[in-house]
């Protein structure tokens, strides 16, 4: 499942810079499908859905350091261990409950960043999800 930050944050950024996926953003910040990624441009998600890698998306947290859920891959398929968890030192970085997902789709989902693969199956609501809410 994605990782979230909790309003324990310090907002110390130390999480920001480990996350292999651009998918922790500071507060306030805007959040793109290409910061850190390979996507670019206009991406087909299939069923007629297109994802615009290169538009801003409002803030999920004017408050405090937040992760993108779509953009959360747990870390997997580069390292062991979600890395924000590692390094914060509140221990505010958790699993998210509302966005569970198996080792094959995290892996899909990382596929779907950086390598060119479609979006597997059970994910594509993540992303629509991160599109509605931005
Ligand atoms: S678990 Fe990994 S991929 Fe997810 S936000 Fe933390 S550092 Fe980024
Ligand atoms: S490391 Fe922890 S406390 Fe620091 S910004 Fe990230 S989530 Fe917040």
């Keep these: ?5 909790t309003d324990d944050c310090i907002n110390c950024g130390a999480c920001e810079p480990e996350c ?3 998918a922790i953003y ?8 290409r910061d850190g990624t390979s996507l670019s441009g206009q991406v087909d998600l299939g069923n007629g859905i297109m994802l615009d890698a290169d538009a801003p998306h409002a803030p999920i947290s004017t408050e405090y350091y937040y992760i993108v859920p779509s953009k959360c891959t747990e870390c997997m398929g580069f390292h ?3 890395q924000c968890a590692a390094v914060c030192p509140v221990d505010c970085c958790l699993p998210d409950p509302n966005h569970v997902e198996s080792s094959e789709q995290l892996l899909a989902k990382k596929a779907f960043l950086h390598e060119g693969a479609p ?12 599109l509605e809410r931005a």
Excluded: C, S, T
């Excluded at 499942?1 to 930050?5: C, D, K, N, Q, S």
């Excluded at 979006?119 to 999800?129: H, T």
């Design 26 to 33: 500071e507060g306030g910040i805007q959040w793109r499908y």
């Design 1 to 5: 499942m994605a990782i979230r930050i």
């Design 80 to 82: 062991e261990e979600p």
């Design 20 to 22: 292999p996926n651009n």
């Design 119 to 130: 979006p597997a199956p059970g994910i594509i609501e993540v992303y629509l999800e991160d």
